[in-house]
């Protein structure tokens, strides 16, 4: 996680990963065998995690936003594309990523308002991370609610 938060996706290395660890790398590769297996252990984790934070929120689309601010390299690795070449669209990262869908669905049943109230959380969101809105000087809270209707 330290090599994925201080440089992105790009940056996670097996080998500095292992020695990390304190193992060699060839006992890393027993459990991943290449960074893009890494990646996706990571993301389906991520994902699991966002999962779990919305389910027991108030307020699933503060939450969402919470989750994303403090753990912004996480939210890039699921919404951002992480390695050129890596392919996000796997059945068990599209499955991880439906569960997060399903509990906005409970928000909003119909499936067609829950991508575009799913589409304006995120680019808020995704906006506010790379620090948009600081540089205009407009306050990222009050603008969130606006884009929420609230």
């Not at 020695?19 to 590769?29: C, D």
């Not at 699921?78 to 906005?104: T, W």
């Amino acid at each position: 996680m330290t090599q994925l938060a201080a440089g992105g996706p790009s940056a996670v290395a097996l080998n500095a990963i292992a020695r990390e660890l304190g193992v060699s790398g060839p006992a890393l590769y027993r459990y991943f065998r290449n960074r893009d297996a890494l990646l996706t252990a990571l993301a389906l984790d991520a994902y699991n995690d966002l999962a779990e934070a919305l389910a027991g929120a108030d307020s699933l689309p503060r939450a969402y936003r919470a989750w994303a601010l403090e753990q912004p390299h996480r939210y890039r690795l699921l919404f951002a594309a992480p390695l050129p070449g890596y392919d996000a669209h796997q059945p068990e990262l599209v499955a991880a990523a439906q569960r997060s869908m399903d509990l906005l669905l409970k928000v909003e049943p119909d499936r067609e308002r829950a991508v575009v109230l799913w589409s304006r959380m995120h680019g808020h969101v995704s906006l506010e991370i790379e620090g948009n809105f600081a540089s205009m000087g407009l306050d990222p809270e009050r603008l969130y609610s606006a884009t929420l209707g609230a």
